[in-house]
C-alpha cells in the first residue's frame, strides 16, 4: 500500500469516525463519508470490501489508538 493510499484509507476512517458520531451507526452512509473527504462514492471500496469493512476498521483504529493513548477522549 502506498503512503496516498494510506492516507486516504485514514481520512475515511477519521471521517467514519465523525459519520458515526453525527449520525449514528443505523444511518451510517459511505457516501456522506465519501462527501467528507471530497471524494468520489466509489472512492471508499477502493480501501474497503464494503460498509462494514470500514466499521471494523474504526473500531480496530479506536482500539489501536486506545491502546496507544489510554488517555484519549475516543
Not at 459519520?19 to 471508499?44: D, K, L, T, W, Y
Amino acid at each position: 500500500m502506498s503512503h496516498e493510499e494510506a492516507s486516504m484509507r485514514e481520512r475515511l476512517i477519521l471521517a467514519g469516525i465523525q459519520e458515526i458520531e453525527a449520525r449514528g451507526i443505523q444511518n451510517f452512509s459511505m457516501r456522506q463519508v465519501a462527501n467528507a473527504c471530497g471524494v468520489s462514492c466509489a472512492a471508499p471500496y477502493k480501501h474497503f470490501q464494503d460498509k462494514n469493512d470500514l466499521i471494523l476498521s474504526i473500531v480496530l483504529y479506536l482500539s489501536l489508538i486506545h491502546i496507544s493513548e489510554p488517555t484519549r477522549p475516543y
